[in-house]
């Protein structure tokens, strides 16, 4: 799998709008219609970062890890709803996977 970054030429720590911004100048550049497989690997690529969660999953777990992400995630989002996530809640909350 290629990494994502790469494929659309930007740094690891790149925000929200650099993200967006670059996979429109990518997609105007290679048009789907005279570029179909770059134009697949560049919106492949988009789908995995344009999410915060698909971001997160990529950066802290390339390695096949992806189901104690789905956890964290999860009860992060069942904590969320019933109050304010503390740091230290969180902290706990990954000490225990």
């Known amino acids: 799998m290629n990494d994502?970054?790469?494929?659309l030429?930007?740094?690891a720590d790149a925000d929200?709008?650099?993200i967006r911004r670059r996979y429109l100048e990518l997609v105007k550049q290679f048009p789907p219609s005279q570029?179909?497989?770059r134009f697949n690997a560049i919106r492949s690529a988009y789908d995995q970062l344009r999410d915060l969660t698909t971001r997160?999953?990529?950066r802290l777990f390339?390695?096949?890890?992806a189901e104690?992400?789905?956890k964290i995630i999860e009860e992060l989002?069942?904590?969320?709803?019933?109050?304010r996530v503390s740091l230290k809640s969180l902290l706990g909350l990954i000490r225990r996977q």
């Open 16 to 18: 929200d709008e650099t």
């Open 77 to 83: 989002a069942c904590l969320k709803a019933r109050r």
């Open 9 to 11: 030429g930007l740094p």
């Open 68 to 70: 104690m992400v789905d």
């Open 35 to 37: 570029n179909a497989e």
């Open 56 to 58: 997160v999953r990529h």
């Open 62 to 65: 390339e390695d096949g890890e």
């Open 4 to 7: 994502p970054y790469q494929v």
